[in-house]
């Protein structure tokens, strides 16, 4: 089966750092694409961070340069820095794959597109 499992959530001061990780099974990385969302309650689910098959990678402007989503074909296991934490950046943060070929761009901007969803993990930045 297909499965994402998301982690590294948790509560973190104005300022801070957390690094998520997106695990997979059922299907390795190397041909797919990821994509990172978050959705604060009240708001509309929005693209954070993804990453191609290529390894090209695209941001939110929102966390443009604050984020970073890695490439390791070591581990069938993607990863989300996020740096200088705000409190807008509360969220429930989900991981997606898209098992066809989309791009890094596509994916930020289609949700609808990913085929397969994580549970999510919490990040709540407060202090």
């Known amino acids: 089966e297909v499965q994402l499992v998301e982690s590294g959530g948790g509560l973190v001061q ?38 191609d098959s290529d390894g090209s990678t695209s941001y939110a402007d929102s966390v443009k340069g604050r984020f970073t989503i890695s490439q390791d074909g070591a581990k069938n296991t993607r990863y989300l820095q996020m740096n200088s934490l705000k409190p807008e950046d509360t969220a429930m943060y989900y991981c997606a794959v898209d098992l066809g070929k989309m791009s890094s761009v ?8 990913m085929d397969y969803w994580g549970k999510g993990t919490l990040v709540t930045i407060s202090s």
């Open 14 to 51: 104005p300022g801070g750092s957390l690094r998520l990780s997106c695990a997979a099974s059922g299907f390795t990385y190397s041909s797919y694409c990821l994509g990172w969302f978050r959705q604060a309650p009240g708001k509309e689910r929005e693209g954070v961070a993804s990453i």
């Open 106 to 113: 596509q994916a930020l901007r289609n949700d609808h597109g």
